[in-house]
């Protein structure tokens, strides 16, 4: 790992501190022919070894050394999580099996999970760009950072990890829950900088204080929060009950997790590593570009990954991009916080849902009739999923006894499959709502947090 | 000597059991007995009727989910030990009971969250029992 060397952080006023001001305030013209380059550099990795991307590229007549501009990104081809899960588990990997020194996968999956590899470079590339996450809120060498992402195959834990340690800081992997050990630990070690899912931030500044511990009791300052949609309001919130800056990260395993995008201390939209990635706005139905400003579906194109090169990957986050300069100097464009998905996956906890991966539990289960619901809440800070079947004369048996056992059992073949508990609801024939057309399956009575 | 059982799920809804016995009394079919199981958002409800086809057949039309079983019927004494000593003999002859109820009523006595004003609600409308007229019985 690479000293930190503090000649790398230039101190800024606003924005927090830039890890590599060099690459970060890079004026627009030459980041733009940085992208163009490093797009070049990856069709041509992308071409030579991945074969999917070989036929891809092929079948629209394309050649790497076609792109010459910004525009001609347009005429490339999308990739998609179906894609990933068909040349599941190393299929697009770009690089041999013994130059990958890591890989992670995505949560929450049935049948195949999709995965993501790093070479050594990918690793460093990947530390630095957290380096930034962190600095731009303004944490320094001699920091200490209690990392309360879930350590394992999601990228959260140890992408926070490698990059805090390659900042300098002393990092604390107490990775998820065990709320009483987590408050004990920040306040005996004196953590600075927190990095956990937004609700849990809020669910810790809330045990705080139950506990009689005040923010300013905690020497903790800033707490970088991703892996969940949330708002400006519960950022007030957190930010109140931990006395911190609260700043919102954003990543995804695909394009190799956090790191791909973060705010600064101005807290005006997450800044996208753009000479890592290229970011683009489309409409989801049309696939067409989308006017800077309007509301899309983001969609990225690695530019560095050495691994994993993927070509226009489609993120189904839906937000808006600008290239309006920041206060703090940075050049990048900045993604506004995603205000929701073009398809029906659900965030639960972190955990990416698919209700499809629900109805294949249910329907796996032949006593189960072909009518089910799927209703998601928060009680607290934690999302809860009912799931509301109706109760048919196969299931139906004469005590409460029978009926608590299937419902048991139903909970149980969804845990093994999501690894999330859900409660399964026993409802009367012909009570879940019928719709004509595409039914309903999905209620989602959360409000935004 | 066995006896059939209807068993009907039931949501916790208000109104719902009322509309189970509606359908029977509509069809002419006689309650002679039942017993109901609640947990947090389901019941259920079993009956002993006049004729459990014909109640089955109805009310799995009108959308209830229904199950039939077997269950034993004994004649009780009307006097103090009365219960007592068939319920020995039901020991004695190893048999565990899962589950037991009362049957051929003319006085039913149930529970609600807010008792007062459902007897105020109730007053005009049905003959309610005193705690005396009960123990008189």
Same mark, same amino acid.
């Given at each position: 790992?690479?000293?930190?060397?503090?000649?790398?952080?230039?101190?800024?006023?606003?924005?927090?501190?830039?890890?590599?001001?060099?690459?970060?305030? %890079?004026?627009?013209?030459?980041?733009?022919?940085?992208?163009?380059?490093?797009?070049?550099?990856?069709?041509?990795?992308?071409? $030579?070894?991945?074969?999917?991307?070989?036929?891809?590229?092929? &079948?629209?007549?394309?050649?790497?050394?076609?792109?010459?501009?910004?525009?001609?990104?347009?005429?490339?081809?999308?990739?998609?999580?179906?894609?990933?899960?068909?040349?599941?588990?190393?299929?697009?990997?770009?690089?041999?099996?013994?130059?990958?020194?890591?890989?992670? $996968?995505?949560? @929450?999956?049935?049948?195949?999970?999709?995965?993501?590899?790093?070479?050594?470079?990918?690793?460093?590339?990947?530390?630095?760009?957290?380096?930034?996450?962190?600095? $731009?809120?303004?944490?320094?060498? &001699?920091?200490?950072?209690?990392?309360?992402?879930?350590?394992?195959?999601?990228? &959260?834990?140890?992408?926070?990890?490698?990059?805090?340690?390659?900042?300098?800081?002393?990092?604390?992997?107490?990775?998820?829950?065990?709320?009483?050990?987590? %408050?004990?630990?920040?306040?005996?070690?004196?953590?600075?900088?927190?990095?956990?899912?937004? #609700?849990? *931030?809020?669910?810790? @500044?809330?045990?705080?204080?139950?506990?009689?511990?005040?923010?300013?009791?905690?020497? /903790?300052?800033?707490?970088?929060?991703?892996?969940?949609?949330?708002?400006?309001?519960?950022?007030?919130?957190?930010?109140? &009950?931990?006395?911190?800056?609260? %700043?919102?990260?954003?990543?995804? #395993?695909?394009?190799?997790?956090? @790191?791909?995008?973060?705010?600064?201390?101005?807290?005006?939209?997450?800044?996208? #590593?753009?000479?890592?990635?290229?970011?683009?706005?489309?409409?989801?139905?049309?696939?067409?570009? %989308?006017?800077? @400003?309007?509301?899309?579906?983001?969609?990225?194109?690695?530019?560095?990954?050495? $691994?994993?090169?993927? /070509?226009?990957?489609?993120?189904?986050?839906?937000?808006?991009?600008?290239?309006?300069?920041?206060?703090?100097?940075?050049? #990048?464009?900045?993604?506004?916080?995603?205000?929701?998905?073009?398809?029906?996956?659900?965030?639960?906890?972190?955990?990416?849902?698919?209700?499809?991966?629900?109805?294949?539990?249910?329907?796996?289960?032949?006593?189960?009739?072909?009518?089910?619901?799927?209703?998601?809440?928060?009680?607290?800070?934690?999302?809860?999923?009912?799931?509301?079947?109706?109760?048919?004369?196969?299931?139906?048996?004469?005590?409460?006894?029978?009926?608590?056992?299937?419902?048991?059992?139903?909970?149980?073949?969804?845990?093994?499959?999501?690894?999330?508990?859900? *409660?399964?609801?026993?409802?009367?024939?012909?009570?879940?709502?019928?719709?004509?057309?595409?039914?309903?399956?999905?209620?989602?009575?959360?409000?935004?947090? | 000597?066995?006896?059939?059982?209807?068993?009907?799920?039931?949501?916790?809804?208000?109104?719902?059991?009322?509309?189970?016995?509606?359908?029977?009394?509509?069809?002419?079919?006689?309650?002679?007995?039942?017993?109901?199981?609640?947990?947090?958002?389901?019941?259920?409800?079993?009956?002993?009727?006049?004729?459990?086809?014909?109640?089955?057949?109805?009310? +799995? =039309?009108?959308?209830?989910?229904? +199950?039939?079983?077997?269950?034993?019927?004994?004649?009780?004494? =009307?006097?103090?030990?009365?219960?007592?000593?068939?319920?020995?003999?039901?020991?004695?002859?190893?048999?565990?009971?899962?589950?037991?109820?009362?049957?051929?009523?003319?006085?039913?006595?149930?529970?609600?969250?807010?008792? =007062?004003?459902?007897?105020?609600?109730?007053?005009?409308?049905?003959?309610?029992?005193?705690?005396?007229?009960?123990?008189?019985?």
């Amino acid at each position: 790992m690479t000293a930190p060397s503090p000649e790398r952080l230039a101190a800024d006023n606003v924005g927090g501190l830039m890890w590599e001001p060099a690459a970060e305030s %890079l004026p627009t013209p030459q980041l733009g022919e940085l992208q163009i380059e490093r797009l070049r550099a990856m069709l041509e990795n992308a071409y $030579a070894h991945v074969p999917f991307y070989r036929k891809k590229l092929d &079948g629209a007549g394309l050649k790497p050394g076609d792109v010459g501009c910004h525009g001609d990104l347009a005429e490339l081809p999308f990739t998609t999580k179906i894609d990933l899960r068909d040349h599941y588990p190393f299929g697009m990997f770009a690089r041999p099996r013994d130059q990958i020194v890591r890989v992670h $996968a995505s949560s @929450g999956t049935t049948g195949n999970p999709t995965t993501v590899g790093y070479t050594r470079a990918d690793i460093d590339t990947w530390g630095d760009l957290i380096a930034r996450t962190l600095a $731009a809120g303004g944490v320094r060498p &001699g920091d200490l950072l209690q990392n309360a992402y879930g350590y394992g195959l999601f990228t &959260g834990g140890l992408g926070l990890h490698f990059g805090a340690e390659r900042l300098g800081c002393t990092v604390v992997p107490i990775s998820g829950g065990n709320t009483e050990r987590q %408050l004990k630990i920040m306040r005996d070690f004196g953590a600075t900088a927190l990095a956990c899912t937004p #609700s849990y *931030a809020m669910y810790l @500044g809330d045990a705080a204080r139950d506990r009689g511990l005040r923010p300013e009791d905690l020497p /903790i300052r800033v707490g970088f929060h991703g892996a969940e949609p949330w708002t400006n309001e519960l950022r007030l919130q957190i930010e109140a &009950g931990l006395g911190i800056d609260a %700043l919102d990260i954003y990543g995804l #395993s695909e394009m190799g997790g956090p @790191g791909v995008a973060f705010e600064c201390l101005c807290k005006a939209g997450m800044h996208v #590593s753009e000479d890592h990635y290229m970011a683009e706005i489309i409409d989801p139905e049309t696939l067409r570009p %989308l006017p800077e @400003g309007e509301v899309g579906e983001l969609v990225f194109t690695t530019l560095s990954r050495e $691994a994993q090169p993927l /070509i226009r990957y489609r993120t189904r986050d839906l937000c808006s991009l600008t290239s309006e300069p920041c206060e703090c100097g940075r050049t #990048s464009a900045r993604m506004s916080k995603p205000i929701g998905r073009s398809d029906d996956m659900l965030i639960i906890r972190g955990v990416n849902v698919f209700p499809s991966q629900i109805e294949e539990v249910l329907m796996s289960i032949p006593e189960i009739e072909p009518h089910y619901q799927i209703v998601v809440d928060r009680k607290g800070y934690l999302d809860v999923i009912e799931v509301w079947v109706e109760v048919g004369e196969d299931i139906f048996a004469e005590t409460m006894g029978d009926l608590e056992r299937f419902q048991r059992r139903v909970q149980a073949q969804i845990y093994n499959v999501l690894n999330i508990q859900v *409660a399964v609801k026993l409802k009367e024939p012909k009570t879940i709502q019928r719709s004509e057309g595409k039914a309903v399956r999905v209620i989602d009575r959360r409000k935004a947090l | 000597m066995k006896v059939t059982q209807l068993t009907v799920f039931l949501e916790n809804r208000s109104g719902r059991l009322a509309e189970v016995a509606d359908l029977l009394g509509t069809a002419g079919i006689n309650i002679r007995g039942f017993s109901t199981t609640e947990a947090a958002e389901y019941g259920i409800v079993r009956l002993i009727v006049t004729e459990p086809d014909t109640a089955r057949t109805l009310l +799995h =039309d009108a959308g209830f989910t229904t +199950h039939f079983s077997q269950v034993i019927c004994v004649r009780v004494p =009307d006097e103090p030990g009365g219960l007592a000593r068939v319920l020995d003999q039901v020991a004695e002859a190893g048999a565990s009971i899962d589950y037991m109820y009362s049957i051929s009523f003319q006085n039913i006595c149930f529970a609600v969250r807010d008792i =007062d004003r459902a007897i105020e609600l109730l007053a005009d409308k049905v003959t309610l029992l005193t705690d005396a007229e009960v123990r008189a019985l």
